[in-house]
């Protein structure tokens, strides 16, 4: 059974970081491509980073030089460090991962940024 454990998220300053943690259990983390979504209230659910099973990133124009992706293939684990939070960040991020035509989605952690 393929599960994707999101966690890390919560309420945080504007200008604040989080690190979320997505665990990974019954795929052969190494070979799939790993990325994290987000959806805010009354929007599309969108990329905001992924990493290749090689190791290669891109990022969303929006979190590019604040956020970082990365993947401990030993700890089957892929984490989304986040720094200088905006409000506009305030949304459920989702863990994905996908390798050919499978991919599954994480139950989501909630990141709400506010004063």
């Known amino acids: 059974q393929v599960q994707l454990v999101e966690s890390g998220g919560g309420l945080v300053q504007p200008g604040g970081s989080l690190r979320l943690s997505c665990a990974a259990s019954g795929i052969i983390f190494t070979i799939y491509h790993m990325g994290w979504y987000r959806q805010a209230p009354g929007k599309q659910r969108e990329l905001v980073a992924a990493i290749t099973s090689g190791g290669s990133t891109n990022y969303a124009d929006s979190v590019k030089g604040r956020s970082t992706i990365s993947r401990d293939n030993a700890k089957k684990t892929v984490y989304l460090q986040m720094n200088s939070l905006k409000p506009e960040d305030t949304a459920v991020y989702y863990c994905?991962?996908?390798?050919?035509?499978?991919?599954?989605w994480g139950q989501g952690t909630q990141v709400t940024v506010s004063s």
């Open positions: 994905h991962a996908y390798y050919n035509d499978l991919d599954y």
